[in-house]
């Protein structure tokens, strides 16, 4: 499942290097705590409850929690201030955090990223890979912690070929992180499963995703009850888990190092087999 070829250069970063030396990718689970979320909009928004889950999803396996307080799903969500997503953060971060597993903060916006990196979170994830916010490489690079630089468009297009869009982005975000004093050994890339995409383009996303280690760097793949899933087998995306694992472990085998999911023991199993088979080929 796990490519023996042109592999990623080896991470600097502490964080970064334990999440890449697993033998099978490394899971990060899915904290959302939001109301409006495609997937869990509003089960978490009660701070107990958020933690509760975070414990689950560490006891069950997730090497990395990323926590979200701004929906950023591509329709109907509601834009909010910095302040709203701090007053959703503030009463969960630090419980989190103090579960001892590395906390992603997932946001486009630099000043939660900082807030939350001051107080103690370890990795950035950026949905608009340092393109969005003119603060955001500044900030990572400031604080000198890996950063998720993921793929996005305003809007889909069907008529372009995704995966040049897609590389040509990475380039350009690249090139801001250098600017920034970011090194390459503190990124990973993700190619934005469902979002500024067409269900088509999310797939040929992840058949094609090998084509993306060409930059030499580990990929992210969250494909986790996505919207095209439902364009081959017709459900909610609460019922999307068979296909958001098979999603999954084809991303595994075409290089993915990371995997962001909402189900994490199903996500942790199926690559624990998946690599226990692979192995005895």
Do not use: C
Request: hydrophobic share 45%.
């Amino acid at each position: 499942m796990i490519a023996t070829t042109s592999r990623p250069a080896a991470a600097d970063h502490p964080v970064l290097t334990a999440l890449l030396s697993r033998p099978i990718p490394a899971v990060m689970g899915v904290l959302n705590v939001t109301p409006d979320s495609f997937s869990d909009g509003g089960q978490f928004v009660v701070p107990e409850r958020a933690l509760e889950q975070a414990r689950y999803m560490i006891t069950e396996g997730a090497d990395v929690i990323d926590i979200g307080a701004e929906s950023t799903r591509p329709y109907g969500a509601r834009p909010i201030s910095a302040q709203e997503e701090l007053q959703r953060l503030q009463p969960v971060l630090d419980g989190v955090i103090a579960l001892g597993a590395p906390v992603s903060i997932d946001s486009m916006k630099s000043a939660v990223v900082a807030w939350a990196l001051a107080a103690g979170a370890a990795i950035a994830n950026d949905v608009w890979g340092l393109q969005r916010d003119p603060d955001m490489a500044r900030v990572v690079a400031a604080y000198g912690v890996p950063v998720i630089v993921m793929h996005n468009r305003d809007r889909a297009d069907p008529t372009i070929d995704i995966m040049k869009d897609i590389a040509g982005f990475f380039a350009r975000s690249l090139e801001i992180a250098a600017q920034a004093g970011i090194p390459d050994s503190h990124i990973v890339l993700d190619p934005g499963i469902g979002f500024g995409k067409t269900p088509e383009q999310s797939m040929t996303a992840l058949a094609r995703l090998d084509e993306l280690r060409r930059f030499g760097l580990p990929l992210l793949v969250g494909a986790s009850r996505k919207r095209f899933i439902s364009t081959i087998a017709p459900s909610e995306p609460h019922r999307r888990l068979g296909g958001s694992i098979a999603a999954h472990v084809l991303a595994a085998r075409n290089g993915a190092r990371i995997i962001r999911t909402h189900d994490v023991p199903e996500t942790v199993q199926a690559l624990r087999v998946a690599q226990a088979i692979e192995d005895r080929r």
